[in-house]
Every structure is written in structure tokens, then in C-alpha cells.
């Protein structure tokens, strides 16, 4: 099993806020994670079928739990018992309790308010979800104030390496970046076609990782995205996600989407927002200030997975010994793995792109809660040059004296300085940047 940095987050949460949701896409440990929590916290839980699950760590107790029970809707009984009667079925249970699946029966969060309205004990209710709660009707007000949520995505590397990293909090320091050990494209290529689902990385063989991955997306949109909106064209979902893989990277303009897959604009923002909703598109807002006239300000198009955006184009590792061929991939990866990141940074910055209508250009911006800006910008290429760091002087001076540092990660070995605030880094400093450094 593989440790998730956001862990002792989620343990924090606990202590004192009633209700704590863990949501993600399928497939990515939410309900490992939370028996793992269970586990730390010496809880005694029994299963809906009155099992025992005793999980006992040598910690002393952070939330003193004394018993609890586990509940998954993904069980036909459970589910209709908490549909019909949701306040019912919560007085039933214990007074702390993990339902895993919650999305799937949304009448459980006002039940679920009311109870904790009448007693906000910490850590009352642990829930995971496949979707993303807050956009379903009536949730975010009736929990505002009351839950705390953590979203869970795909490994990150460092997660599978065994590592906390903290790059994002040292571009944010103000001592110089440290120096990393490069690594070969091969190794790189690797990374990017296995992406980090826990399940996949299992697997050795391309043909059953495939095969994964067509099961996969089959149960996410037959099964989640059909819960969550009564529609009638689903089948067009997939053609949908493989034009989304296609334009990685790119600017999320619905008109020419729309003519490609001859949907109404209505409907195809329908779908990407179900999409969005159960964590597999991942939009990247523009950063601009708001007198600013000259900036893009789309958004631009992401997966939650490189090795799923492989999957949906047709790749693989082969198809990567080009570096030109795999600079969308690259850029996806960069973005995702700093949006793990964000979830335990220090720093807790929000994350951007940068574009002008010059087309001057910055992958990422990350902008700390005091208004500080970071840039980081990618590049497939072994070699930088001062013209790579074009767009991050234009972010520089529109941020101005908020403007903090700008990183090129590349695929080269060294880590170089382009000037006072600027640095070119190679690409494995996103997750070899660690807490043990």
C-alpha cells in the first residue's frame, strides 16, 4: 500500500471538524485511505454486515474514538436504506462513522447537517466520494461551515517513490533551488505512460494496462456520470474524452469543440462539467489581474493522468522517444503533479496558466494567499535558452514586485541560473524536492 502525503491533513481534519470528505476519481485509494486513517486513529469499526474491522496502531489515540462502523453505498441494501429514510439511517449508526460512496445517495447531506447542527463532536462523519460533492444540488450550502474537503488524484511520484515533496513550498522560499540527480528520458517516458493509479502500476504488461483502462472509463461513465445526470447521449462521452486527450494542454474554446464533435454548446458544457465533476477533465484557469485587457483568459485543457491520456490517444512508451511528440504529455504531467502538491504545500497556492494575445505564455502560475507568484514553465527539450524564460518576463512584469521566481523544467541534467529570479531545473526536481532534504 502506498502512503498519501494529504494523510496527516485528513488526521488534523479530524480533530476538529464534524465532517471530512475525501473525493477523487474511482479508482485512485479513497477508501484505502480512509481504513488507513481508521487504522491510525485506533478506531473499532464494524462493516454493514456487523463484521468486526479492528484496525489498532501503537499511537496514542488523536481522536478518541471508542467504536464506529464502516458503510459503503456501494451496496444495494445500504444504499436504498439510506435514499429512503437518510435521517433514519444515520441514527442507526454510530456516533463517528466512514460512509465510502456518498455521492450516491445526496439526500444524506441535510440529514447529515441536521445532525451536526445538533451536535458538532469532531470527527463524526468521515465520507469519501467518486464526485465531486460540492457541485451537486444544495451540498455546498448545506455543509458550508461544517465539512472540510480533501480531494485525492493519482499518485504522485513522490508517493510512489516514498517521498513528501515540497517543491512547490522551496519555489516559494527564499533560499536558491537546490540541485537535483537528473534522469534519463527513458526513465521519464516511463513515468508518463504509467501514470499514478494505484491499480495500473500494478501491471507490467501494456495490453492489461489497456485493458484497465477501457474497463475503467466504461464503469465511470455508465455508472458514475449516469447517477449523477439522467442523460441520454453518454455514448458520445467517449468520443468526447479522446478529443479532450487530443487538445491537452490547449485552450478550452467550446465553439470549435463543438463543431468537431457536432454537439449544441449547451450540451457539450454539459458534459465536460460531468466530466470536470468526477475528476478526469481537469480544467487550468487563467491568472489575470482584473484591469488586465491583454490576457487570454480561457482555460485550458488537462487529465487527471498521463498514462490515461495515453490510452485515449493511442500511445505508447515507443511513441515517446521523440521529445517534440511529447510535449503536451510533459506539460500535463507538470501540471498535475503540482496539483497534488497544492493539497499538502505549505504554501497552499492557487494554480494558474499565464497567456497574452501576443501568445506569450507560461505553462503554470502559482500564487500564494499573500499575492506572491511562482511561474513554472516546461519544456521537452534537454536545452534551455534565456528566450524560454520570454513569457515568464512578461508575468514578471505584470505581477511586478509580487513576481517571485521562475522555473524552466526540462530534460536536461543541470540546474542553472537565468538570473537573479529565474532557474532552469531538470524535470525529476518535482518530486526529489522533499522534506528530507
Given at each position: ?106 439526500e444524506l447531506f441535510l440529514a447529515i447537517k441536521k445532525l ?322
Amino acid at each position: 500500500m502506498y502512503n498519501r502525503n494529504s494523510t496527516l491533513d485528513i488526521e488534523s481534519a479530524l480533530k476538529d471538524s464534524p465532517v471530512i470528505l475525501i473525493n477523487g476519481a474511482r479508482q485512485v485509494g479513497k477508501s484505502t485511505l480512509a481504513k488507513a486513517i481508521m487504522k491510525a486513529c485506533d478506531i473499532d469499526f464494524t462493516n454493514d454486515k456487523g463484521q468486526k474491522l479492528q484496525f489498532v496502531n501503537n499511537q496514542s489515540n488523536p481522536i478518541n474514538f471508542i467504536n464506529g462502523r464502516y458503510v459503503t453505498l456501494d451496496d444495494a441494501t445500504t444504499l436504498s436504506a439510506a435514499a429512503s429514510s437518510p435521517l433514519s439511517f444515520l441514527e442507526d449508526l454510530p456516533e463517528h462513522v466512514v460512509i465510502d460512496e456518498i455521492q450516491r445517495a445526496p439526500e444524506l447531506f441535510l440529514a447529515i447537517k441536521k445532525l451536526v447542527d445538533q451536535d458538532r463532536k469532531p470527527g463524526r462523519f468521515l465520507l469519501t466520494g467518486s464526485a465531486n460533492a460540492m457541485t451537486l444540488p444544495r451540498v455546498a450550502d448545506s455543509l458550508a461551515g461544517r465539512m472540510e474537503v480533501h480531494t485525492l488524484w493519482p499518485l504522485s511520484q513522490g508517493e510512489i517513490e516514498g517521498k513528501k515533496e515540497s517543491f512547490i513550498d522551496h519555489c516559494f522560499g527564499i533560499e536558491k533551488m537546490p540541485k537535483v540527480l537528473p534522469i534519463t528520458w527513458k526513465d521519464l517516458s516511463e513515468r508518463l505512460t504509467l501514470g499514478g493509479y494505484p491499480e495500473n502500476l500494478k501491471r507490467t504488461d501494456p495490453r492489461r494496462r489497456n485493458a484497465w483502462y477501457r474497463s475503467y472509463l466504461s464503469s465511470i461513465i455508465e455508472r458514475d456520470i449516469r447517477e449523477l445526470a439522467n442523460i441520454e447521449g453518454y455514448r458520445e462521452l467517449p468520443n468526447l474524452l479522446q478529443l479532450l486527450a487530443s487538445r491537452v494542454g490547449g485552450l478550452l474554446n467550446f465553439s470549435d469543440i463543438s463543431r468537431d464533435t457536432k454537439m449544441s454548446n449547451t450540451t457539450l458544457k454539459r458534459y465536460i462539467a460531468l466530466l470536470e465533476a468526477v475528476f478526469i477533465f481537469v480544467p487550468l484557469p487563467a491568472w489575470y489581474r482584473n484591469e488586465e485587457k491583454r490576457l487570454v483568459k480561457s482555460s485550458k485543457i488537462y487529465l487527471n493522468d498521463t498514462g490515461l491520456a495515453m490510452h485515449l490517444r493511442g500511445m505508447n512508451q515507443a511513441r515517446l522517444l521523440d521529445h517534440n511528440k511529447a510535449g503536451f504529455l510533459l506539460e500535463n504531467f507538470i501540471v498535475m503533479e503540482l496539483r497534488k502538491q497544492q493539497a499538502w504545500s505549505e504554501t497552499l497556492p492557487s494554480i494558474y496558466h499565464f497567456r497574452t494575445s501576443t501568445n506569450k505564455e507560461v505553462d503554470v502560475v502559482l500564487e500564494a494567499p499573500d499575492g506572491r507568484v511562482v511561474g513554472i514553465e516546461s519544456k521537452s527539450s534537454s536545452e534551455v535558452s534565456a528566450s524560454d524564460f520570454s513569457g515568464m518576463k512578461e508575468l514578471s512584469a505584470l505581477a511586478g514586485d509580487h513576481f517571485h521566481r521562475g522555473v524552466v523544467l526540462y530534460t536536461g541534467q543541470e540546474t542553472v541560473s537565468f538570473g537573479e529570479k529565474f532557474t532552469a531545473m531538470p524535470i525529476s526536481s518535482l518530486w526529489q524536492i522533499s522534506e528530507k532534504q
